[in-house]
């Protein structure tokens, strides 16, 4: 069974910053781009970032400049660094592997909560 392992969620104060981690199996991380989506209380989940095998990037407007996604192709791990938080980006944030930066995800994980408060 595929699994992607999030870590790095918590409490902050808005403006502060956050390093999200998603570790994932070989076979998974070789093959698929690697992404983050969020899902606010009573809010559909969204994208966030999303990163290939080659390093092509998509952001959600949102967050563009704000937070950048990385990849470590030796630790088969994916980042997520958000600086400059604010309270609207609390929410589940979900590790995802799609097969392309635009495809729908094909694995999750099971998420790590952000929130974002004073």
């Known amino acids: 069974q595929i699994q992607l392992v999030e870590s790095g969620g918590g409490l902050v104060h808005p403006g502060a910053s956050l390093t999200l981690s998603c570790a994932a199996p070989?076979?998974?991380?070789?093959?698929?781009?690697m992404g983050w989506h969020r899902q606010a209380p009573g809010k559909e989940r969204e994208l966030v970032a999303v990163?290939?095998?080659?390093?092509?990037?998509l952001y959600d407007d949102s967050v563009k400049g704000r937070f950048a996604i990385s990849r470590d192709n030796a630790k088969n791990t994916v980042y997520l660094q958000m600086n400059s938080l604010k309270p609207e980006d609390t929410a589940v944030y979900y590790c995802?592997?799609?097969?392309?930066?635009?495809?729908?995800?094909?694995?999750w994980g099971r998420g790590t909560q952000v929130t974002v408060s004073s």
């Open positions: 070989e076979s998974v991380f070789s093959f698929y781009a």
């Open positions: 995802a592997a799609p097969r392309t930066i635009r495809a729908r995800p094909m694995f």
């Open positions: 990163i290939d095998s080659g390093g092509s990037t």
